[in-house]
């Protein structure tokens, strides 16, 4: 495909994505109206307009929740650190962050063999913000949870993060295992007190699979820090509550929105490697046809998806967390 025919396609589905935008806003108003561990009002599989299956598409969103969350948590730890240093900028400040940054992530086992990504700062005006920190992850940075990280991640804070109304920008062009992820993420501090801190998030994100299969994302969302506040030296009490929605298309041409369950959030926690419970709904034209279950908190690495398919049958696989169907020459 040349240059130009992947730019129309482009530009195709961001025109797309907003109108699916705004379809899933109005989902995400009603979606906590009815029970949602009922399938009794999912569209059949043949009833769906996809190009390819509910297996198929489902597995492959997830897979890059998957991803994102591994992103931003490295987002959060990197960032949360810089909320020390509001302070005149120096080389001596600098290299402190430096110092704070390996010390605390060695503390944390966060990374194999203790390898870091490279880490340079550059420090605005006004004691030092906006602040940017570029992490750059190389070829291959491993952690210890067996996730795979390559490429560059770029933060800009315009003040300490835990100010009211600080924003975080992140650029994304990184790959994480095999998938690689483009563009962009605006995070603002809407609440901060001693019990939780939660943030606003809203992102436009493209996702290429080693198929060549390219997703893109547009959310909002909430990420709230709702345990763990108090022992920053400590992950193993952390806990993220995320809620929101999301509108889809990919090259395929699949267009579907996905809503998270407000009275069943996505749930991190700082010792597990991948989502630990949380109940996703995908749906088109507001009507649902499929369930995504994260489980019920324990860090077992596995979900379960619901579905009807075309024969009116009620079905429902176990996943692996992170898997997908998009492989190199894999046929669906």
Known sequence: MSKQAILNQKFTIMKKLTFLFLAAIAASFTSCDTPTDTVDKLLNEDQVSLNNTVSTVVTSEEATEDITETADYEVDLYSFLANEYDVPASSST?????????????MWKRYKNDQLPDISIEFGDNNGFPLGITLNYGDSTVLNNGKVISGMMKIELTAPPFTDGAVREITYDLMIDSVSIDGWKRIELTHNDDVARKFAFTSEMTFTFPDETQLFRKAERTRE????????????????????????????????????????????????RVIVSGLVTFSQNQTEFAHFDYG????????????????????????????????KNHDN
């Not at 509550?241 to 996505?266: F, H, M, W």
């Not at 019920?296 to 692996?320: F, H, L, R, S």
């Open 94 to 106: 600098k290299n402190g962050m430096l110092e704070r940054y390996y010390e605390m992530f060695k």
């Open 296 to 327: 019920d908190g324990e860090c077992d690495n596995m979900a379960t998806y619901t579905y009807i398919d075309e024969n009116g049958e009620t079905v429902t696989k176990e996943v692996e967390i992170g898997h997908h169907n998009r492989y």
């Open 225 to 272: 820090w709702v345990s763990g506040l108090d022992t920053k030296l400590d992950v193993s009490d952390d806990r993220i509550e995320i809620r929101g929605s999301a509108t889809c298309v990919d090259t395929e041409q699949n267009e579907y929105t996905k809503v998270i369950d407000d009275e069943n959030p996505l749930v991190r926690i700082g010792t597990c």
